[in-house]
C-alpha cells in the first residue's frame, strides 16, 4: 500500500499573539499539492498575518507549519525558499531603476547560482537570463522587457511581480492582493495569468485578493478569515451559501 501523498501546505492549530493582541487563533487546515485556494475575509481579518506566518516573515507562538511533509515552523524566509516557497508582496517589490529583463534575472540568478549582479552584461547564452526571458514571456511582457520597471502601469508591476516569482520555480506559491492597485481593465488579463501559471505549472497556489469575483471565478477552495480566526474553507459555491459567512460580511467592507 502506498502512503498518501503529502499536503503541500498543512497549517496546524497556528496562533499568534502580540503582546496582550490575539491577532490568530488556532489555524487549521491543508493544501493538497496543486490546488489553488483563494483567502478572503474583511479587512483586518488576518488573511497577510497568516501569509506572514507561512513565508516564514513572522513566526507563530503557537501551532505548527509543514511545507510538503517538512515542518518549516520558525525556519527563516530564505529556507522556506529552498522547501519551494515562492511569494509576492502586497507592496510592489521591484527595483524601479532596473528593466523588466534586469529584475526578473536576478531572481533567476538567486536560484540559478552564479554571480549575483546585474552589472555583467546579460549574454543571450547566459542560463538565467534564458530564464527570465521565458518568464517575461509567461506573462506575456516579451515586448517591455527593456522598459524600467518604475514606468510600467500597476498591472505591469505586477505581471513583473509574478515572472520574479516564476523565476525561483516555486512549488508552493503565495499571492498576496496580485490585483491590488491594478486597473479593472487590466484584472481579467492578470487573472489569466494565474490561472495560466497554474494549470501549466501544476503548483499550489494560495491567493488572498479583495476582489471576490476574480477569486472565486479562479480558485478551487476558499478559505475565509475572520477575526483571527478561520471561519470556513470550501468550495466557492458551498462558502457563499454559508449563513456563518454571510453574517461574517454583513456590514463589513470586503
Ligand atoms: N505587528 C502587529 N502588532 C499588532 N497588531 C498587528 C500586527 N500585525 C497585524 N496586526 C493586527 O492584526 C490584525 C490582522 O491584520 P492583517 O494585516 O493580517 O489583516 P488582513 O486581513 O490582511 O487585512 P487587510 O485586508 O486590511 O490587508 C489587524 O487588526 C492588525 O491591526
Redesign the pocket.
Known sequence: MTAPAQPALAVESVGLQ?GG?R?LADVSFSVPAGEMVGVI?P???????LFNLISGVLKPTAGSIAINGQDVTGVPVHRRAKAGLGRTFQTSSLFPGLTVLENVRLCAQARLGGSFSVLRFPGAGDAATRTARENIEEVGLTAKSSVAAGDLSHGDKRKVEIAMLLAGDPALILLDEPMAGVASGDVPALSAIIRRMHRDRGCTVMM?E?HMDVVLGLVDRVAV?HH?SLLAIDTPDAVMADPTVQSAYLGEPV
Open positions: 502580540i493582541a491577532i475575509g479587512n483586518g481579518a488576518g488573511k497577510t498575518t488572498v479583495h478569515m483571527g
